[in-house]
């Protein structure tokens, strides 16, 4: 009798195994990406994980600078980092953790993307905005101009710039103050010196009431705002307008941040954040060009697996797809 | 009678031995709070927790659309626990630090409950409740607040009704010092 239960229990641990009831635990491979590349990243994971059933990509996307502090303030067990501001990465990992090893030494750039105005069927002057007018159309006084929050999201600062910018390449004076600086008290002025353009942000930046400028904490609130008409035009990164089915215009090369050969145009322009919000990075952003970066942090516990991860993303973007940004 | 004298011993017994106890008694993170003209306060958990509280709703959403919560989350008004340090008027600023380096800023208006964008649950935007009050949270869902969560003390957006999600980045984890100034 007691022979025959043995038996009996024998089969069912081979039964439950055969059939997939005792499952093998996967290997989780963390993943921190900045949001703008949220979308293509989930493309990318269940291509990966189709490839590779052992593996579990976990993907908690970030801005990029929160990216990067998991790993390098909150000391979480990330295995692959991926910022959309390439500068960041040795600005804030090229240096000791609580090992006395750098949490980085090296960083993969592998592809750039570029500032554009993002707007609907329903945006004022919709039929009549090109690359050329851009400026005029959000000057006039009835068109709604929506951007992120500069102190959260690089999209935001990265307007500022990029209507500083404007305002000096395209040499429209006052523009600046016309479409974003005049919507607060006291007013954003453009500070021009030898060394540069630079606007000073105030500690709490609110646009004034009814005026025209709204600004929402990151990019997804501010291109519902933009669907639900609250703001006719939306400064964000072409990639994500693109994904979002949004119509886009394109800016001019010298103030898009999104030509290499214009980084000394770029970088005539410093935003300065109205308080410092991390203690780890300061509030200066100058004007770059936009290109996205992966590493691997010095502490991954998976490293092997994220950098196989890490090859397939590359290749991935360098392919390209819909809302990916456009590989270096 | 016997019986109910054995069992009110017992009780006071368990309550003499601590067992019946506060439960934020050992939790060990002092925040210090600087008043406008720099008067200083450092106050326990335990102090926190015994002002005056509220009870409400609270639910967060991250800036890539990650929904934290709903909450029933218990704290104090920030606009009340700044009274201990001469109050917050307006024109001020409250500037929330937190222990891993964070820092996020205030109005007077805001922690009046204004000008704080709120969502649905659909992520559209929606007219802040009147009962809207920024508050430092302590207890979330009947239990003091987990540190891995962002406690023992974390600045919430607590609402009377049900549902209402406003922006991750209020939610200051880890806090561990508040100023007010201007």
């Known amino acids: ?36 590349l949220l979308l293509p990243l989930e493309e990318i994971e269940l291509e990966y994980e189709a490839l590779h059933p052992e593996i579990d990509i976990q993907i908690e996307g970030h801005g990029s600078i929160q990216a990067i502090r998991q790993v390098t303030d909150l000391h979480q067990p990330i295995d692959l980092v ?7 990465i040795p600005d804030m990992m090229y240096q000791e953790g609580p090992e006395g090893v750098n949490y980085t030494d090296w960083y993969t750039p592998f592809a750039r993307n570029e500032m554009v ?13 090109s690359t050329e007018n851009w400026y005029e159309i959000l000057s006039r006084d009835d068109v709604k101009v929506g951007f ?8 935001g600062y990265r307007t500022l710039l990029v209507m500083m910018l404007a305002e000096e390449q395209l040499q429209v004076p006052g523009l600046f103050s ?21 606007v000073e942000l105030p500690v709490l930046l609110q646009p004034e009431t009814n005026s025209k400028v709204a600004i929402r904490d990151a990019s997804m609130f501010l291109l519902s705002l933009l ?51 991390f203690s780890t990075i300061g509030n200066e952003r100058t004007g770059m060009p936009v290109v996205y970066a992966a590493t691997i942090p010095y502490d991954a516990p998976e490293p092997e697996e994220a950098e196989k991860f890490m090859a397939f993303m590359l290749a991935a973007f360098v392919e390209g797809g819909v809302g990916y940004p456009a590989p270096l | 009678m016997k019986q109910l004298l054995l069992i009110l011993a017992i009780f006071a017994c368990i309550c003499a031995a601590g067992c019946v106890s506060d439960p934020y008694a050992d939790i060990d993170w002092p925040l210090t709070l600087v008043g406008a003209d720099g008067t200083e306060k450092v106050m326990t958990v335990s102090q926190i927790a015994a002002l005056p509280s509220v ?16 909450y029933k989350i218990t704290g104090v008004p920030l606009i009340d626990l700044l009274d201990q340090v001469g109050g917050v008027h307006e024109g001020q600023t409250v500037h929330v630090f937190a222990a891993d380096g964070y820092l996020w800023v205030f109005s007077y208006e805001q922690l009046l409950g204004e000008d704080l964008l709120c969502l649905d649950v659909n992520l559209k935007e929606m007219k802040t409740p009147a009962t809207m009050t920024p508050i430092l949270m302590y207890t979330a869902d009947g239990v003091p607040y987990p540190y891995d ?19 991750g980045s209020l939610w200051v984890k880890w806090v561990d010092r508040i100023e007010v100034h201007g």
């Open chain 1, 1 to 36: 009798m007691r022979k025959s239960l043995l038996i009996f229990a024998l089969l069912i641990i081979v039964f439950a195994v055969c059939s997939g009831c005792v499952a093998e635990e996967k290997t989780v491979v963390k993943v921190v990406p900045a949001g703008s």
């Open chain 1, 82 to 88: 991926v910022v959309a501001d390439e500068s960041l």
């Open chain 1, 117 to 129: 105005l993002a707007f609907t069927d329903s945006s004022a002057y919709a039929d009549e905005i």
């Open chain 1, 148 to 155: 992120s929050n500069p102190t959260l999201d690089a999209a």
């Open chain 1, 178 to 198: 016309a479409v974003i600086g005049s919507s607060f008290d006291p007013e954003l002025i453009v500070n021009k010196t030898d060394d540069g353009l630079a």
């Open chain 1, 227 to 277: 669907e639900s008409g609250g703001i006719d035009y939306a400064f964000d990164y072409k990639s994500v307008a693109i994904g979002q089915g949004l119509r886009y215009v394109e800016l001019q090369p010298e103030v898009n941040l999104g030509e290499e050969a214009y980084a000394s145009v770029y970088d005539d322009a410093t935003v300065y954040l109205g308080f410092q919000r």
């Open chain 2, 55 to 70: 009870s409400g709703n609270g639910y967060a959403v991250s800036t890539v659309g990650i929904k934290y919560g709903p």
């Open chain 2, 149 to 167: 969560d962002g406690g023992p003390l974390r600045v919430a957006t607590m609402t009377a009704e049900p549902d209402v999600i406003t922006e």
